[in-house]
């Protein structure tokens, strides 16, 4: 099994920045990719950005420049700096990580972007 816990979500104003971490306990079990997907109210869940264990990084095209995806792997956690924030951006924020077998997700942390 592994356990994601994610922090940074919040309120903040339109051309804000937030960031937001995913720290994992992955018991031994090594772990592929790690990623933030969101789910806006009425919407489809959608990949945000993923790293993979050799660093190879995916934007979505709507965050692309504005957002950044980094990992300290001595910490086993990822990070998502999120800047000039958009109130389309607002949406619950999943971290997920892939293993060889399995993908696991975080209980999720809410980013509200007021106008």
């Known amino acids: 099994q592994v356990q994601l816990g994610e922090a940074g979500g919040g309120l903040v104003q339109a051309g804000g920045a937030l960031r937001l971490s995913c720290a994992a306990a992955?018991?031994?079990?090594?772990?592929?990719?790690k990623g933030w997907d969101r789910q806006a109210p009425g919407k489809q869940r959608e990949m945000v950005a993923v790293?993979?264990?050799?660093?190879?990084?995916t934007y979505a095209d709507s965050v692309k420049g504005r957002f950044t995806i980094s990992r300290d792997s001595a910490k086993n956690t990822v990070y998502l700096q999120m800047s000039s924030l958009k109130p389309e951006d607002t949406a619950v924020y999943y971290c997920?990580?892939?293993?060889?077998?399995?993908?696991?997700w975080g209980q999720g942390t809410q980013v509200t972007v007021s106008s």
């Open positions: 790293i993979t264990s050799g660093g190879r990084i």
């Open positions: 997920n990580a892939d293993t060889l077998f399995n993908t696991y």
């Open positions: 992955a018991n031994g079990i090594r772990i592929e990719n």
